[in-house]
């Protein structure tokens, strides 16, 4: 069994498309019609994954827990 911990990346609808998330990670988000995407929506933890959740100006970007749902980035 993988014991890996997984995360969920997420955007939400409130993304503006500053492009914060795709000029800082460009290989786990992409513009479609002026809004983020991630990729690929399931990933391993990764610090430049926290830090775009963190930066995007209107916290349009949340990381979650896999598994249990947690709400990890951006700290409210």
């Known amino acids: 069994m993988d014991q890996k911990r997984w ?3 997420e955007v939400g609808p409130q ?3 500053s492009g914060v ?28 994954l926290t830090y775009v959740a963190e930066a995007c100006p209107v916290q ?6 896999k598994r249990t749902g947690a709400l990890l980035a951006p700290e409210n």
Not at 28 to 46: A, K, M, N
Not at 60 to 65: F, Q
């Open 21 to 48: 998330c795709v000029g800082t990670a460009a290989e786990h988000f992409r513009l479609v019609d002026g809004q983020s995407q991630p990729i690929t929506e399931d990933c391993e933890p990764d610090d430049l």
């Open 7 to 9: 995360l969920r990346l």
């Open 60 to 65: 349009a970007i949340s990381l979650r827990d």
């Open 15 to 17: 993304c503006i498309g």
